[in-house]
Nanobody, 118 residues
């Protein structure tokens, strides 16, 4: 089994910063990709940023220049600067993992709330 544990959400004012972390643990042979998605109530989950091992980094247009995704071993980070009220959402970590048992699967974290007030 593989677990994703997120941390770092919270409440900030317009223009503030937050850093999200997500650590993958368990029966991991290789983490092929990690990323962040967000979801507002009543809306579909959408990609924020993603990193693929040995591949390009993808950012949603609405965060380019403000958010930075990075990874160290099996932990992925999302540095969020110049936050806006429209960034308010639940943020979910996602990982594409090749496990020792069970092969390749996609996993989600439990979500962490980010609230930006004006």
């Amino acid at each position: 089994q593989v677990q994703l544990v997120e941390s770092g959400g919270g409440s900030v004012q317009l223009g503030g910063s937050l850093r999200l972390s997500c650590a993958a643990s368990g029966s991991i042979r290789s983490v092929l990709a990690m990323g962040w998605y967000r979801q507002e109530p009543g809306k579909q989950r959408e990609l924020v940023a993603a990193l693929r091992s040995g591949g390009p980094t993808n950012y949603a247009d609405f965060v380019k220049g403000r958010f930075t995704i990075s990874r160290l071993m099996n932990t992925v980070y999302l540095q969020m600067n110049s936050l806006k009220p429209e960034d308010t959402a639940a943020y979910y970590c996602n990982a594409d993992v090749l496990a020792w048992v069970g092969g390749r699967r996609n996993y989600w974290g439990q979500g962490t709330q980010v609230t930006v007030s004006s």
